[in-house]
Nanobody
Framework: QVQLVESGGGLVQPGGSLRLSCAAS????????MAWFRQAPGKEREFVAA????????EYADSVKGRFTISRDNAKNTVILQMNSLKPEDTAVYYC???????????????????WGQGTQVTVSS
């Protein structure tokens, strides 16, 4: 089992940057594909980015390509989402998620992920 705790959210002006962290517990963290999803008020949870267990593969939603970067450090049980050039439409609660299936290509639907953090709020506003 994996427990996930996100941090790093906050209020930022358009064009600014934020760095989200996801700390994972559990000895098998390195076996999980990891992802970030987000959910804005009144909208469905949507895929943002994912990284394979080996860090060999990453996937991004079209809306964040070129602006967001996902990375992981298996030695520290941590996943990072670096968000640059933030826009008001990036405002949402951001969730870290883990998929223990090991399937490739990585999946981008919420139901494929078994473990979730509690979320961290990101607000982009002037």
């Amino acid at each position: 089992q994996v427990q996930l705790v996100e941090s790093g959210g906050g209020l930022v002006q358009p064009g600014g940057s934020l760095r989200l962290s996801c700390a994972a517990s559990g000895r098998t963290f390195s076996r999980y594909h990891m992802a970030w999803f987000r959910q804005a008020p009144g909208k469905e949870r949507e895929f943002v980015a994912a990284i394979s267990w080996s860090s060999g593969t990453t996937e991004y939603a079209d809306s964040v390509k070129g602006r967001f970067t996902i990375s992981r450090d298996n030695a520290k049980n941590t996943v990072i989402l670096q968000m640059n050039s933030l826009k008001p439409e990036d405002t949402a609660v951001y969730y870290c998620a883990a998929d223990g299936s090991g399937l490739e290509p990585m999946r981008t639907t919420p139901r494929a992920y078994s473990y979730w953090g509690q979320g961290t709020q990101v607000t982009v506003s002037s």
